[in-house]
């Protein structure tokens, strides 16, 4: 059964914060949830895109309610201003969409040492959510979504040792491990929300792709690995490889960008879901991934 944009409910009273919501994936998911009559607080870095995005956002929908707060997830010091911020405005939030992210980049590191993709993807949204936890719990039920990526399967447990991958980085490599690092945290998170009996729920999803700026900017020279992460399948099946193109598996075109709000905005889950793609069911993927799924994924690596 389909689900889209328009099955969205009524969020008018609602207030949701998304970060990297000047453009891609964050601005539709933003766009979505304005209409819906919820206030969305635009958390991105780049503010002249951000006042762009919000000048977008009004034309479709004059009366949306937005806000815009400067977010730089690669600075602990910025990611701690800027909750500062939405915390004060905002005593209870329900929706917190963690999808602001770099992509296969050249090495680089953030304002605090960590390695880019590490850093702004995964731990710049791990210590935002921590601080904007008491005033999701104030929510009846708040979902925090986590935007990770059918490259998870490229990633590789941490090594401890090595967080940061010095002298082993290569821009797929690490993009992989960040995006297995959110896949984690989002489900880890929402073990922990259970035990404590909050009607709080963690959700992760791979909603599909835009033409964002981290695409743009991404590595010029795709390798196996490269390839893998263009998927736009579900995490369970890296099949489809560019958004033009049908799935080699159920034939099926991916889902549009606008989708990403669907893990959003379907409040009565309790469980975070593995896939957010209707793609493909997995079955099939289930079927071929046993003896050989290992090995693939190693030749990928």
Known sequence: MSWGVADIPNLTGRTAVVT????????????????????????????????????????????AALEVVELDLGS????????????????TIDILVNNAGVMGIPERKTVDGFEMQFGVDHLGHFALTALLMPALLRADAARIVTVTSTAHHMGRTVDPHN????????????????????????LGLHQLLEDSGTSAASLVAHPGLSTPACRRSASRRPTAASRSASSTASPARPACRLPRERCRSCGRRP?????????????????AP????????????????????????????
Do not use: M
């Open 76 to 91: 602990l010091a910025s990611v701690g201003e800027a909750a500062g911020r939405i915390f004060a405005s905002h005593q």
């Open 163 to 186: 967080p940061h991958l010095h002298g082993r980085y290569g821009p797929w490599r690490a993009y992989g491990q960040a995006k297995l690092a959110n896949f984690h945290f989002a």
């Open 255 to 271: 889902i549009p960008a606008h989708a990403a709000v669907s893990s959003t905005a379907r409040s009565s889950s309790t469980t």
């Open 20 to 63: 990297g919501a000047n453009g891609g994936l964050g601005l539709e998911t933003t766009r979505a949830l304005a209409a819906a009559g919820a206030e969305v607080v635009i958390a991105a870095r780049n503010q002249e895109k951000a006042a762009e995005a919000e000048a977008d956002i009004r034309r479709g929908a004059p009366g």
């Open 274 to 301: 593995r896939s957010a793609s209707r793609c493909c069911g997995g079955s099939a993927w289930r079927r071929q991934s046993g003896a050989s799924g290992r090995s693939q994924s190693a030749r990928r690596a």
